[in-house]
């Protein structure tokens, strides 16, 4: 359930997320997030082979610095991704396509913290081809 006063979690076996308490009986992957400057959590459960007929995939933000001399993103250490959406969105899928957000050296981790104020910072935005399933928490 997505609550929107989420601190941050300690160590497992148990997450206290706020007024969620999520016990983690698989170990999986929490990860944080932006969604309108208020921190959520998602489960990374890896990238989903699908095709993009059918599926509604809204954005997941992935911030990078560039790309290393293989062609790989280099991800900005410390950044949370930013979401489009919550569960309570009229828009909200577990599957997510993944944009990347090229930002340039002297960018502070975390300063962006919104899909909106990621548009109004006119960083390039690069959509790739890959779905990644990520239920929010």
Same mark, same amino acid.
């Given at each position: ?7 941050? =979690?300690?160590?497992? =076996? ?5 007024? !969620? ?21 998602? /489960?990374? /459960? ?8 059918? @599926?509604?995939?809204? =954005? ?13 993103? !280099? ?7 930013? !979401? ?15 944009? /990347?957000?090229?930002? =340039? ?6 300063? @962006? ?14 959509? @790739? ?7 929010? !928490?």
């Amino acid at each position: 359930m997505w609550r929107r006063n989420f601190t941050a =979690p300690p160590s497992f =076996p148990y997450y206290s997320l706020g007024e !969620l308490i999520y016990n983690n009986p698989l170990r999986e992957r929490v990860v944080p997030a932006w969604y309108n400057n208020f921190t959520v959590y998602y /489960l990374d /459960l890896g990238e989903t082979k699908v095709t993009k007929a059918g @599926i509604k995939t809204p =954005p997941i933000y992935f911030f990078i610095r560039g790309y290393d001399e293989e062609g790989r993103p !280099l991800l900005v250490h410390g950044q949370y991704n930013v !979401l489009s959406a919550v569960p309570v969105s009229e828009n909200y899928t577990s599957f997510w396509q993944v944009h /990347l957000v090229e930002v =340039p050296f002297g960018y502070q981790p975390n300063f @962006i913290r919104s899909e909106l104020s990621l548009r109004k910072a006119g960083f390039e935005v690069t959509p @790739i081809d890959l779905i990644i399933n990520c239920p929010v !928490l």
